[in-house]
């Protein structure tokens, strides 16, 4: 459907769909596909998208395609589903430092978020999976949410409400949440600790816009599970994609930072406020750590189309000269629980090691509050 969105004023405004990049090929034309489905309905505005990194366009080809079709303000949102450092770090540095540098204006609005959209288009993909499965009742089904995983406590708890408002919505048995990276529980760990529950149904679903490694790596890791409890049925649900729900909140988006009504989680967000455990990441400079690798066009040619996770068996990126690509450091803050016995640090196992042992539960010794680009950390 296409939707018109009339600027006010005599303002010529244009949109910028802010993705973070891939070098998975499936990945980048999903994305692709998003920007035109948008570019479909907001049939009114000029639009145009960009990467941060491993892909092009970058964000600046981006802006630079709105300025020649006469733009005069800019409507940046972020392609993310929950805030943590690329949205409230990279890409408004990158938005900001284009801004001072042409004296584009450019207004930034919030991730897709908790949302109700966000949550049908969700519940969409999961009913998909239940129809191509036994008919057990919903009791007796336990459904495993994975999200991308964060060192922002804010946006991994946002993970958990999506969990928990999805369980509620189905009226499953039960519900837990992992992370495919950063943060704990990670998928493998996660789901040995479910199965003792005893459920005889796990749907698993990756709460993810796009395909890509870390999509790969949790279906590998379901199925190394799977393997070892036979007597469960292990159901894999397909990430969220270009559903007509997630489209239609990316509308939302673009008419909230019309209207001047953004407004992002501060009162949770780590560089704002005390939260507990993070307290040292309070006034951390704003900036973007992936200037190295902006632009960077070199697909990963191990896989045909959609990423297997050949090139990262054990979670972990096949490091320079190994006849891959390499992993980059963002530079990011240490988060301060990587060595968490369900967390990151099990990445580092080699596959050759596995063990498959149960895990014991335990624990290590642009102002985002109005539309504009001054995305600064300040109140």
Not at 131 to 142: E, I, P, W
Not at 261 to 284: D, H, I, P, W
Request: aromatic share 6%; proline share 5%; glycine share 10%.
């Amino acid at each position: 459907m296409t939707q018109q969105i009339v600027a006010p004023g005599a303002t010529k405004h244009g949109v910028l769909i802010c993705g973070h990049g891939s070098r998975n090929r499936l990945a980048v034309a999903e994305f692709e596909g998003l920007a035109n489905g948008l570019k479909q309905r907001l049939s009114g505005l000029p639009v145009e998208y960009g990467f941060l990194e491993f892909a092009r366009p970058i964000l600046r080809d981006g802006l630079e395609r709105l300025r020649e079709q006469g733009v005069v303000k800019v409507l940046a949102v972020p392609a993310m589903l929950f805030a943590a450092g690329h949205a409230k770090n990279d890409i408004p540095s990158v938005l900001n430092t284009y801004s001072a540098e042409t004296g584009l204006e450019i207004d930034y609005g919030r991730e897709l978020g908790v949302d109700r959209l966000m949550i049908a288009a969700a519940g969409a993909r999961i009913q998909e999976a239940l129809n191509r499965t036994s008919t057990l009742d919903l009791s007796d089904t336990m459904l495993v949410v994975v999200g991308r995983g964060s060192s922002d406590p804010d946006a991994n708890s946002n993970v958990a409400k999506v969990t928990r408002m999805l369980v509620e919505g189905f009226g499953f048995g039960w519900g837990e949440t992992v992370y495919s990276g950063v943060t704990f529980p990670l998928v493998e760990p996660g789901l040995r600790h479910v199965v003792k529950l005893g459920f005889k149904r796990i749907v698993v679903f990756p709460y993810f816009l796009f395909s890509g490694v870390l999509v790969s790596r949790i279906r590998e890791h379901t199925e190394r599970v799977a393997g070892d409890h036979p007597q469960i049925e292990f159901v894999n649900a397909s990430y969220l994609g270009d559903h007509t729900f997630v489209l239609d909140t990316f509308l939302e988006r673009v008419q909230e930072v019309m209207g001047g009504e953004t407004a992002m989680n501060c009162s949770l967000c780590k560089y704002r406020a005390q939260v507990l455990g993070f307290e040292q990441e309070v006034g951390l400079d704003q900036s973007s750590h992936h200037h190295h690798v902006e632009g960077l066009t070199e697909a990963c040619a191990l896989c045909e189309r959609e990423c297997t996770g050949e090139c990262q068996p054990d979670g972990i990126p096949v490091p320079v000269g190994a006849g891959h690509h390499h992993h980059h450091d963002h530079g990011h803050h240490p988060y301060p629980h990587a060595d968490h016995p369900l967390g990151p640090s099990t990445l580092r196992r080699a596959s050759s090691q596995q063990d498959t042992s149960e895990p014991q539960i335990g624990r290590n010794s642009v102002g985002l509050a109005d539309s504009t680009v001054s995305v600064s950390r300040e109140s």
